[in-house]
């Protein structure tokens, strides 16, 4: 079944998803779990626990090894560009690379040949929604990392995703850019998985938390239940966030 393409987010399901660069490693060992459409989950884990892996598998950009991914019930096929998913890199430098922010905002609607006026709409759309219009015309290399950070966000947002996928989004920004994104997480429509060690982000910001460590998830619940539970975020290199403390 198809996505409803007037929808803003939608359900995206795992199942039994295997991978792993050594066997002896897994990045995924029988993953299982849905984000129900519209939900915002944080992905909590140590280090090296493969959240980015995961968000690659999710994408398309990493095959699976065995498993399926649903999204909407539409099964997906790896090694395919997947317009729905959207993610947003941990380093805003490695998604803006043109000379002003408002052309790499552009860049992927331009590159699938969308026609110029709806390339014009939708990224004024996407600079508004981010706040970030004022940049649109300065190079994103003299930017601050909070106007990277929301400029990297609207160029993933141009694509109408369905589902976004958040890679440490908080991370080397100061506290007022900080606050701005949490705002922008607390409003944004679609489906949101963001994986972070900024576990005071997810409590504030997240409807759920997944755990994940080798190669499955170890927890699912409510942000306070699970950000509370000390002896289980420190046998995963973890802390209780300072609120909950």
């Not at 998803?17 to 299982?32: K, S």
């Not at 850019?177 to 998985?193: D, G, K, S």
Request: net charge negative; proline share 6%; aromatic share 6%.
């Amino acid at each position: 079944m198809n996505c409803d393409l007037t929808s803003v987010a939608a359900q995206i399901r795992v199942e039994q998803l295997q991978f792993g660069y050594r066997a002896t490693q897994p990045i995924a060992h029988h993953l299982t779990f849905t984000l129900q459409s519209g939900e915002t989950v944080g992905l909590v884990g140590p280090n090296g626990a493969g959240k980015t892996s995961l968000f690659l598998l999710l994408t398309g950009l990493l095959t699976p090894q065995a498993g399926k991914i649903y999204l909407s019930d539409r099964p997906l096929k790896s090694g395919q560009f997947i317009p729905e998913i959207g993610l947003v890199f941990q380093n805003p430098d490695d998604q803006l690379f043109c000379a002003s922010v408002w052309d790499d905002v552009a860049f992927g609607a331009e590159n699938l040949g969308w026609p110029p006026g709806q390339v014009q709409t939708a990224v004024q759309q996407a600079l508004n929604t981010t706040g970030v219009v004022h940049l649109a015309q300065r190079s994103p290399h003299q930017l601050s990392g909070g106007e990277k950070t929301m400029a990297a966000i609207a160029s993933v947002l141009v694509m109408n995703p369905l589902v976004m996928l958040y890679d440490e989004p908080s991370a080397h920004l100061d506290l007022a850019a900080r606050r701005r994104l949490i705002n922008f997480l607390q409003t944004t429509p679609q489906t949101n998985l963001i994986a972070s060690h900024d576990l005071a982000l997810i409590l504030e910001v997240c409807d759920r938390v997944l755990l994940l460590d080798q190669g499955q998830i170890l927890a699912d619940g409510p942000p306070k239940t699970i950000l509370a539970d000390e002896s289980l975020l420190t046998a995963h290199h973890l802390e209780v966030p300072g609120q909950l403390r």
